[in-house]
């Protein structure tokens, strides 16, 4: 199963059952830390992306069973964070699976693409983050802050690619030009 399908209750019981390690594009958080919110998300935009699920606990990286969270304005909350603390606004969408054997709990999965042209900042602290595994401990992803030299080098790279597809496109658009 991708990560980026995960979207009813009955894929986060498979990957409880099969002990589902985070990997650099799949993380658990059992609950929402405000100041840990922007930093997360912006890391995987600035990295490949991937998805987090609020909700589900983990032992040693491995998903386990979990209730969820409890119910309440969490996806606006999310939302609310990232669009008052990343620049430019990390793109993301939020599935909100209800738990059916809880009335009271439900999972968010934020899936959060990888950023083709952009480098998000953290506006609360100025800081930019990308995730890595910086850890002797082989499930742990956390985001790093990336220094000036790796943000100017990112933005070089990602500023060619489009001017690539801008290019491309004027090619295509010259050609059907032509041939009317």
């Not at 609020?54 to 979990?66: C, I, L, M, T, W």
């Not at 209730?67 to 669009?83: L, V, W």
């Not at 956390?142 to 790796?150: A, S, T, W």
Request: proline share 4%; aromatic share 8%; charged share 25%.
């Amino acid at each position: 199963m991708s990560i980026f399908r995960i979207s009813e209750y009955t894929d986060l019981v498979s990957l409880w059952k099969n002990n589902q390690i985070e990997t650099l594009n799949l993380e658990y958080k059992l609950q929402i830390s405000t100041n840990e919110v922007a930093k997360d998300i912006s890391s995987f935009a600035n990295s490949e992306g991937g998805v987090i699920i609020y909700g589900v606990k983990e032992d040693h990286g491995r998903a386990q069973k979990s209730e969820g969270i409890e119910k309440g304005q969490n996806s606006e909350r999310i939302q609310q964070i990232i669009s008052s603390s990343t620049s430019p606004e990390v793109p993301l969408t939020i599935d909100v699976i209800d738990n059916p054997k809880n009335e009271s709990k439900e999972f968010l999965v934020i899936k959060i693409p990888k950023s083709p042209f952009y480098i998000h900042q953290v506006t609360t602290n100025g800081k930019f983050y990308v995730r890595n595994n910086t850890t002797t401990t082989p499930f742990e992803y956390n985001p790093i802050e990336m220094k000036e030299n790796d943000i100017a080098l990112r933005y070089e790279s990602r500023f060619r690619n489009k001017q690539s597809q801008v290019s491309y496109i004027q090619e295509k658009e010259k050609q059907i030009a032509e041939e009317l």
